[in-house]
């Protein structure tokens, strides 16, 4: 069979960084006979993928006298359509209320820190000072852990706001995994198709039974 000088020279660098790989240690397969049999043509034992690690989820309710809102951003894209969405729930794991807000075009990395400042401007002009703020950003999570106010400029304002209204709450922030967090996501997601904010006293229909999970302790796993 007839093989063209690129083609070969593509093959052999093919070849090469394949060896390379398995000298060094580097690669691992998927442990699927597809990947077995492509090594074997290389001449090269397999090295299986590390079994995935498993973890367990659980949305817990805050401390009585707290507010718990949970709180995330959805983005098609950087800049895309973005929205956001929370839900405030009681030591009863009842809901106080939720929003949604659609962003416009924005990047990725604004929508969490928007998400979060509208919500603790809610808070704010609700009269709720004992706030415990979850989300499944760990940028968002250590910005407000450290009281930073350094971020992006097209978010800076909204953001000293939030760090000014913070440091008079008593206020606490912890992070929590996207299969915790699933109300939030579904609102988040859910305002993606809004042309403007929404804003309910109690649960809207389509989490409902997301946020009967939550009231229930339901475990969610997160594969990793």
């Keep these: 069979m007839f093989i063209s000088s690129k083609l070969r020279a593509s093959l052999s660098l093919v070849s090469c960084s394949v060896y390379d790989a ?9 442990n699927c006979v597809d990947d077995l ?20 989820v659980v949305w817990s309710p805050p401390a009585p006298g707290w507010i718990k ?9 950087s800049p895309r359509v973005g929205g956001c969405g929370g839900v405030f729930q009681t030591c009863r794991s009842f809901v106080m209320a939720c929003f949604e807000v659609p962003l416009g075009h924005v990047f ?6 928007l998400t979060v400042s509208l919500a603790i401007n809610y808070a704010w002009n609700l009269g709720r000072h004992r706030i415990w703020l979850e989300n499944d950003s760990s940028y968002v999570v250590q910005l407000l852990s450290i009281r930073s106010d350094q971020v992006t400029w097209c978010v800076h304002q909204a953001w000293q706001r939030c760090i000014h209204q913070i440091s008079h709450m008593e206020f606490q922030v912890s992070h929590i ?16 198709d809004l042309s403007a ?9 389509f989490c409902s039974s997301l946020v009967g999970n939550d009231c229930m302790g339901r475990e969610s796993f997160r594969f990793s």
Excluded: Y
Excluded at 22 to 30: K, T
Excluded at 108 to 113: I, R, T
């Design 69 to 77: 809102v949970n709180t995330d951003g959805a983005a098609l894209g």
């Design 177 to 192: 995994f996207r299969e915790g967090n699933q109300v939030a996501d579904a609102l988040s997601k859910h305002a993606l």
């Design 37 to 56: 049999l492509i090594l074997c043509w290389f001449g090269l034992s397999g090295g299986p993928g590390k079994a995935p690690v498993i973890r367990s």
């Design 22 to 30: 398995n000298r060094l240690g580097i690669g691992r397969m998927r």
């Design 108 to 113: 990725a990395f604004e929508v969490e820190l």
């Design 197 to 205: 904010d929404s804003w309910w006293s109690s649960t809207p229909s």
